[in-house]
């Protein structure tokens, strides 16, 4: 395969990222690499995405070989559905996950049923092939628990459910920064060359739960955070403005889809009554109904939505 790859994006810190084009799309996730004593990739994004990850280590000047720590925040797809892939091709790595997630990507099968449930004829391209990952190569991580991969770098794990239940928030003290998966929400870069900063937050199925995003959203607030690093897409320094906007549309998810789900409709009305939401503010902000951005906006309202219906069926 031909591989077109995004020069990797050197933020500071020894940090960058490596463009993981998930759906075909640049901008969309990505994998962050420590270049540490120990070289540390937070998120593998799917299969498709592991040439990206091999072009970007090569341009950062390392090869599989020289990755030790892998890290995933959560086991959906988008995020750790190349996992099993990326472990077969680095040698010397472990694969860190949560306790409620390690089963999942051992035998990925009930995770690769569900996400075929919902894209049908586009599952192969976007997530083939779904690899296991070898139990005796993995380690799991949760609350409290640490991984020092550098003499005065110790990645510090949190449990951070509301996006999912098997959810890990990864603090880095050297930037004060936290990867955050999906449990801050989704920031959109398209929207970076028109001087605004959107976020909103995510909540697909099938553990979402905004009770407790809001808690763990709380407990970012209080880290008095320098960065977050998002796993859709990229880092901002404007922690307490993502995590506003975060909680503010949050309730406004929940409430839509309430008013929704009352009046009889399902998951394709509560988008569409969000987009409404959604377009009017970014109206106000100077972006036409017509931008590329609401290529991802629309399918990130469909999953959401469909979060939120799973939601309130089983409350």
């Not at 640049?26 to 990206?52: C, F, H, K, M, N």
């Not at 091999?54 to 995933?72: M, P, Q, R």
Request: glycine share 8%.
């Amino acid at each position: 395969m031909q591989v077109y790859a995004r020069k990797p994006m050197k933020l500071h810190h020894d940090i960058s990222l490596i463009d993981g084009f998930d759906f075909g799309v640049s901008g969309r996730t990505g994998a962050y690499v420590i270049e540490a004593d120990q070289l540390t990739i937070v998120e593998t994004g799917p299969s498709p995405s592991v040439p990206y990850i091999k072009k970007g280590l090569e341009a950062l000047g390392y090869s599989f070989a020289d990755v030790k720590h892998i890290i995933v925040t959560h086991v959906h797809l988008d995020h750790a559905g190349g996992a099993g892939r990326l472990l077969e091709c680095c040698p010397h790595a472990t694969l860190y996950v949560h306790p409620r997630g390690k089963r999942h990507l051992a035998e990925p099968n009930k995770l690769a049923a569900g996400a075929r449930a919902i894209y049908g004829e586009r599952f192969s391209e976007l997530y083939d092939p779904i690899v296991p990952a070898a139990e005796e190569r993995m380690v799991e991580k949760t609350e409290g628990d640490t991984l020092q991969i550098a003499e005065e770098r110790i990645l510090e794990f949190w449990d951070t459910p509301g996006h999912a239940r098997h959810h890990l928030g990864i603090y880095d003290p050297v930037s004060n920064g936290m990867f955050t998966g999906d449990t801050a929400g989704i920031q959109y870069e398209q929207l970076f060359p028109h001087g605004v900063n959107f976020f909103l937050p995510s909540t697909s199925p099938n553990h979402f739960d905004p009770a407790a995003m809001k808690k763990s959203l709380q407990r970012f607030r209080e880290k008095q955070l320098d960065y977050i690093y998002f796993g859709h897409f990229g880092e901002t320094d404007l922690v307490e403005e993502a995590l506003k906007q975060a909680e503010s549309w949050l309730d406004i998810f929940v409430k839509e889809a309430e008013a929704a789900v009352a009046e009889g409709q399902g998951y394709d009305e509560i988008a569409e009554r969000l987009l409404v939401y959604v377009q009017s503010e970014l109206r106000e902000q100077g972006i036409d109904d017509a931008h590329e951005v609401y290529q991802m906006i629309h399918v990130d309202l469909q999953l959401s939505a469909l979060g939120m219906v799973d939601y309130l069926q089983k409350k």
